[in-house]
């Protein structure tokens, strides 16, 4: 009879949920904190024993117990949520871990950390890892992080970005002399079908916050709520990601009242639960 413990490893169920190793030997792993956001990994790992610590918290234990801890449920759930996991395992490749492009000269570069499992999953299966990610997720961070590994004179560089973004990444990385060539990806373009039920929400009283993921979602929503209105509102509270973002909100005269120390989508998750906590 299968236990707990043989139903999936520590290591796998981390995977799962999208959370990679920094470092790692065959027995242990270096990740960052599945409690808690933090942008140095202090979550430790015994694959050989199923067992973890988080330094930060000061805390550890099993498996088991760090499901409970996560989905925040009792013993009887995580099992179950165990279980499923290991029904589902025929499901589950394991990642590759040697990456094609060893004897490549080819680096990748990653503006921020990549934390959602169908991307993490579809950027391994093809054997992309990046080889330098920045401390800070702003284009300033990428400069500096990339002079600071060396010289970029000659270096050829691509940057597929959106279609409207700072030039501060290209122009600083061609000052110091690299070939960078700039493709539009994506474009954000403004969605005005609820613009009118977004209106009465704020006239009604049912909206809280408005949250800005980038400084064009800012200007794709001022194009269709005009930033008048939003002054005429104040109870609504603005969340914006990064500092970037948080600018362009102050150059069209809004304030911006909630904003993460780390520049991602789950730290501004964290920052509003915070700003809303009933503790606060």
């Not at 140095?40 to 067992?51: E, I, N």
């Not at 498996?63 to 759930?77: H, T």
């Not at 009242?257 to 964290?270: F, R």
Request: hydrophobic fraction near 40%; proline fraction near 8%.
């Amino acid at each position: 009879m299968k236990t707990v413990s043989d139903c999936i490893g520590i290591r796998e169920y981390l995977l799962r949920r999208g959370l990679q190793p920094h470092r790692e030997t065959a027995t242990h792993g270096m990740f960052l904190s599945p409690l808690r956001e933090e942008r140095t990994p202090s979550f430790s790992v015994r694959y050989d024993k199923g067992l973890w610590y988080d330094f930060g918290l000061g805390e550890g234990g099993t498996l088991l117990q760090l499901v409970m801890r996560i989905e925040g449920c009792g013993m009887a759930e995580a099992i179950r949520h165990l279980r499923k996991e290991a029904a589902n395992e025929v499901l589950f490749q394991p990642l590759p871990t040697a990456s094609p492009r060893e004897d490549s000269p080819l680096r990748i570069l990653s503006v921020g950390e990549i934390r959602h499992p169908a991307l993490i999953g579809y950027l391994r299966e093809r054997g992309i890892e990046p080889d330098f990610i920045p401390a800070r997720y702003v284009a300033e961070g990428v400069v500096e992080g990339l002079l600071a590994l060396g010289p970029v004179a000659g270096v050829k560089m691509l940057l597929p970005r959106a279609a409207k973004a700072r030039e501060v990444l290209p122009d600083e990385l061609r000052k110091a002399g690299a070939q960078v060539d700039v493709i539009a990806a994506y474009e954000t373009v403004p969605a005005a079908a609820r613009k009118d039920e977004v209106l009465a929400a704020m006239q009604n009283g049912t909206l809280d916050c408005v949250t800005f993921g980038s400084s064009s979602t800012v200007e794709n929503f001022l194009s269709l709520i005009p930033a008048d209105e939003l002054r005429a509102h104040p109870e609504v509270k603005l969340a914006a990601i990064g500092p970037v973002t948080a600018k362009t909100l102050a150059d069209n005269g809004l304030p911006c009242h909630i904003q993460p120390e780390a520049y991602t989508i789950p730290a501004l998750v964290e920052a509003l639960k915070a700003h809303y906590s009933p503790q606060r």
